[in-house]
Nanobody, 121 residues
Framework: QVQLVESGGGLVQAGGSLRLSCAASGSIFSVNAMGWFRQAPGKQRELVASITSGGVTNYAASVNGRFTISRDNARNTVYLQMNNLKPEDTAVYYC???????????????WGQGTQVTVSS
C-alpha cells in the first residue's frame, strides 16, 4: 500500500504564509512527479504547482511568484511554501504523486486526503 500524508494547512490572514508538507510512504520503487492541486467550493480541482524528480517546477499563473514548491527525494516528500496568501487561495489542497511500486510497471497517480487552507480578508 501507498499513503500520501499531508500536513500544514490552517487559517491565516491575508498576506500571511503557510507551508504544506506531503510525505509518500509504503511500498514505493520510485517517485516521479509530485505536485499540489486545490479545489475551492463549487469549482473544479486545479493544478497549483508541480515538480519533477529532477527539480523542474511548474506553477499556475495565479500563484507564480508567491508559492514555491520543493521536494526531498530521499524522504519522498514534497513541500509548498505559500507566501502573500489571498482570500482566493482558500481551498482544500491535495498532494499528488506519480510513482511506481515496482520497477517494470508504469507510474500511477496517488492522492493525499486533502488539507484545508483558509485565508481571511
Amino acid at each position: 500500500q501507498v499513503q500520501l500524508v499531508e500536513s500544514g494547512g490552517g487559517l491565516v490572514q491575508a498576506g500571511g504564509s503557510l507551508r504544506l508538507s506531503c510525505a509518500a510512504s509504503g511500498s514505493i520503487f520510485s517517485v516521479n512527479a509530485m505536485g499540489w492541486f486545490r479545489q475551492a467550493p463549487g469549482k473544479q480541482r486545479e493544478l497549483v504547482a508541480s515538480i519533477t524528480s529532477g527539480g523542474v517546477t511548474n506553477y499556475a499563473a495565479s500563484v507564480n511568484g508567491r508559492f514555491t514548491i520543493s521536494r526531498d527525494n530521499a524522504r519522498n516528500t514534497v513541500y509548498l511554501q505559500m507566501n502573500n496568501l489571498k482570500p482566493e487561495d482558500t481551498a482544500v489542497y491535495y498532494c499528488n504523486a506519480v510513482l511506481k511500486r515496482h520497477p517494470f510497471t508504469r507510474g500511477d497517480d496517488y492522492w493525499g486526503q486533502g488539507t484545508q487552507v483558509t485565508v481571511s480578508s
